[in-house]
Nanobody, 122 residues
Framework: VQVVETGGGLVQAGGSLRLSCSTSGLRFDDVNMGWFRQAPGKEREGVSCVSWSGAITIYTDSVKGRFTISRDNAKNTLYLQMNSLKPEDTAMYYC????????????????WGQGTQVTVSS
């Protein structure tokens, strides 16, 4: 299984970024997908997830209304559109494969990508 994130970078507060996660070696349309992030000195936290069909999406409270997760099963690709970015969104963002995504729960995945850095300046 290969998982590759792209799209991170440096942006000013209030700006936007779109992260992408390309996968191979798995049945993408059979698995839940998600995004986690880890800031320096903090634990890794679940940001958002989407079910295999796209019918269920879950967001952690701090990003609701600002981030949108989506998937393109034909392209085996996951996205995270991040708007109205804040300095506290600064973190390494990881694509997550196969975790639970139901009942408000963003589960720990079976596979991780290598991460893409997002830095938001004030």
């Amino acid at each position: 299984v290969q998982v590759v994130e792209t799209g991170g970078g440096l942006v000013q507060a209030g700006g936007s970024l779109r992260l992408s996660c390309s996968t191979s070696g798995l049945r993408f349309d059979d698995v839940n997908m998600g995004w986690f992030r880890q800031a320096p000195g903090k634990e890794r936290e679940g940001v958002s997830c989407v079910s295999w069909s796209g019918a269920i999406t879950i967001y952690t409270d701090s990003v609701k209304g600002r981030f949108t997760i989506s998937r393109d099963n034909a392209k085996n690709t996951l996205y995270l559109q991040m708007n109205s970015l804040k300095p506290e969104d600064t973190a390494m963002y990881y694509c997550a494969v196969g975790g639970a995504c139901y009942d408000g729960r963003i589960g720990v995945p079976g596979y991780w990508g290598q991460g893409t850095q997002v830095t938001v300046s004030s």
